[in-house]
Antibody, heavy 121, light 108 residues
Framework: EVQLVESGGGLVKPGGSLRLSCAAS????????MNWVRQAPGKGLEWVSS????????YYADSVKGRFTISRDNAKNSLYLQMNSLRAEDTAVYYC??????????????WGQGTLVTVSS | EIVLTQSPGTLSLSPGERATLSCRAS???????LAWYQQKPGQAPRLLIY???SRATGIPDRFSGSGSGTDFTLTISRLEPEDFAVYYC?????????FGPGTKVDIK
């Protein structure tokens, strides 16, 4: 069974840092691109960042570029998101999600349960 | 950057009725790169449709997707009680993802 379990969320002051983790199991982690997607309270989904299977390709949303860093450790089946210079508008539930590049097209086919990040003084 | 617009914002229907949700892109999207998700309160999103019209694993056949270019549609043929939720379209371009603002399907 595919499982994605996020951790590391919490309350942090503006300007602070936090590191999120996503532990993967039930599939060959090193074969898939992984993504972080966030959802502010009561709002829609916002893609944050993606990393290819071998970490060769990394992309960020403009809203987090220069402040967030995505990484992965295939030996540990883990995905990470280092968040620096946090702002109130970064408050959200952060989901990790697997990107499946199927023959018919890509989709985020498995999601974790999410971890809440609250940026507040 | 491609912007996705979804309509209506809220769709009020009764169980058994047909739901038609629209997703419009600001510029042409490859059909292969358009997906739909369902999200219920307190839950993570669930992939319903990828490649504009292919159902994800385990998705009932009352869900169908169609469209091309800039106009895409998610249709739920007969609403079941568990289908009342928020639905998001999403496009994948230049290795970046963009989500629409969502359509809430609620009980009339």
């Amino acid at each position: 069974e595919v499982q994605l379990v996020e951790s590391g969320g919490g309350l942090v002051k503006p300007g602070g840092s936090l590191r999120l983790s996503c532990a993967a199991s039930g599939f060959t982690f090193s074969s898939y691109s992984m993504n972080w997607v966030r959802q502010a309270p009561g709002k829609g989904l916002e893609w944050v960042s993606s990393i290819s299977s071998s970490s060769s390709y990394i992309y960020y949303a403009d809203s987090v570029k220069g402040r967030f860093t995505i990484s992965r450790d295939n030996a540990k089946n883990s995905l990470y998101l280092q968040m620096n210079s946090l702002r109130a508008e970064d408050t959200a539930v952060y989901y990790c999600a697997r990107l499946d590049i199927a023959a018919a097209g890509p989709g985020l086919d498995y999601w974790g349960q999410g971890t809440l990040v609250t940026v507040s003084s | 950057e491609i912007v996705l617009t979804q309509s209506p914002g809220t769709l009020s229907l009764s169980p058994g009725e047909r739901a038609t949700l629209s997703c419009r892109a600001s510029q042409s999207v490859s059909s292969s790169y358009l997906a739909w998700y369902q999200q219920k309160p307190g839950q993570a999103p669930r992939l319903l449709i990828y490649g504009a019209s292919s159902r994800a694993t385990g998705i009932p056949d009352r869900f169908s997707g169609s469209g091309s270019g800039t106009d895409f549609t998610l249709t739920i043929s007969r609403l079941e009680p568990e289908d009342f939720a928020v639905y998001y379209c999403q496009q994948y371009g230049s290795s970046r993802l963009t989500f629409g603002p969502g359509t809430k399907v609620d009980i009339k």
